[in-house]
Nanobody, 124 residues
Framework: QVQLVESGGGLVQAGGSLRLSCAASGRTFNMNVMGWFRQAPEKEREFVAAISRSGLRTYYADSVKGRFTISRDNAKNTVFLQMNSLKPEDTAVYYC?????????????????WGQGTQVTVSS
């Protein structure tokens, strides 16, 4: 099993920045692609960004391209999401996820492990 714990969420004004972290523990050798998803109230959980095991390949939702950056530190089993130029529509619970698959455009349902989420609220 793999355990994922997110941190770094909070309240920020529009235009501000936050950096989310996701620490993995357990059988981390199983993890390849790691991703971030988000879920706003009464909406489905949606993809935000993903990164390959090497960190060389990344993939972003159109809504966050140019504003968010995903990265990972394999030595620390941690993945990050740097969020800049935040908008009120970015308000959601952000979830970290990991999969044994290798392609960065893997579907949401193909992620094997999920964290509990961290709340991000952007005020206007």
């Amino acid at each position: 099993q793999v355990q994922l714990v997110e941190s770094g969420g909070g309240l920020v004004q529009a235009g501000g920045s936050l950096r989310l972290s996701c620490a993995a523990s357990g059988r981390t050798f199983n993890m390849n692609v790691m991703g971030w998803f988000r879920q706003a109230p009464e909406k489905e959980r949606e993809f935000v960004a993903a990164i390959s095991r090497s960190g060389l390949r990344t993939y972003y939702a159109d809504s966050v391209k140019g504003r968010f950056t995903i990265s990972r530190d394999n030595a620390k089993n941690t993945v990050f999401l740097q969020m800049n130029s935040l908008k009120p529509e970015d308000t959601a619970v952000y979830y970290c996820a990991a999969t044994i698959l290798r392609q960065v455009d893997v579907r949401r349902d193909d992620y094997n492990y999920w964290g509990q989420g961290t709340q991000v609220t952007v005020s206007s």
